[in-house]
């Protein structure tokens, strides 16, 4: 069981550049978020999914795109990266809404670097 | 929207010292997690509390919801150093958010 997988583990793009972050997981959760986290910072929400087709805007959604065509897979796509982009990207899955006692899941991270 | 202040940022403690950070809403939850991040790494859930005035312990840990359900504290007695890293309050709100926003969290350094 490997549980939330994300790919690539580290990036380093170019200003104006695209990548898509990949993240799958294997334990049929419903839930699936993004989170990215500046150096000494907290956990910052940019997208969520409460199932497959259905996703939402979290507090930090300008410069990123998500799509949930699957339950196991949830993208990240980043179209023009800009410096202020530079994060670790977490991946992270539930099985039903955390408002019911449903803990987060998280991958190892994704570091990402604009130059 | 909807935030939480936790505090405080840093602390660092002589191994053997108790350590507390503590998480404040100005409005009422619908239940809290806290979470943990050791250096590198990425966080792992500890626990989530729902009642209350819940308090709830895992050996030298002590978790506590506050009566109006506004706040909440993590305790940890006579630490040592695989308390290291970030702690992070995870509070969810009441009126049908299906997400989970994190505290700014408190990063533990505990000295041998």
């Known amino acids: 069981n490997a549980g939330v997988t994300q790919t690539p583990k580290f990036r380093i793009l170019k200003i104006g550049q695209s990548m898509t972050l990949q993240c799958t997981q294997d334990m049929n959760h419903n839930y699936m978020y993004w989170y990215r986290q500046d150096p000494g910072m907290g956990l910052k929400l940019i997208y969520y999914s409460v199932g497959a087709g259905i996703t939402d805007k979290g507090e930090v959604p300008n410069g990123y795109n998500v799509s949930r065509s699957t339950t196991e897979d949830f993208p990240l796509r980043l179209e023009l990266a800009a410096p202020s982009q530079t994060s670790v990207y977490f991946c992270?899955?539930?099985?039903?809404?955390?408002?019911?006692?449903?803990?987060?899941?998280f991958g190892s991270g994704t570091q990402l670097s604009v130059l | 929207g909807q935030q939480v202040m936790q505090i405080p940022q840093y602390q660092h403690v002589q191994e053997g010292e108790d350590f507390t950070t503590y998480c404040n809403s100005s409005t009422t939850l619908s239940n809290i997690q806290w979470y943990k991040q050791r250096p590198g790494g990425h966080p792992v859930f500890l626990i989530q509390?729902?009642?209350?005035?819940e308090v709830k312990k895992q050996k030298r840990l002590t978790f506590q919801f506050g009566e109006a359900k506004k706040n909440s504290s993590l305790h940890i007695t006579a630490t040592q150093t695989t308390d290291v890293g970030t702690y992070f309050c995870?509070?969810?709100?009441?009126?049908?958010?299906?997400?989970?926003?994190f505290g700014a969290g408190t990063r533990l350094a505990v000295h041998p």
């Open positions: 992270a899955s539930s099985y039903g809404i955390v408002r019911t006692n449903e803990k987060l899941f």
């Open positions: 509390l729902v009642k209350s005035g």
């Open positions: 995870a509070p969810s709100f009441s009126g049908g958010y299906n997400k989970l926003i």
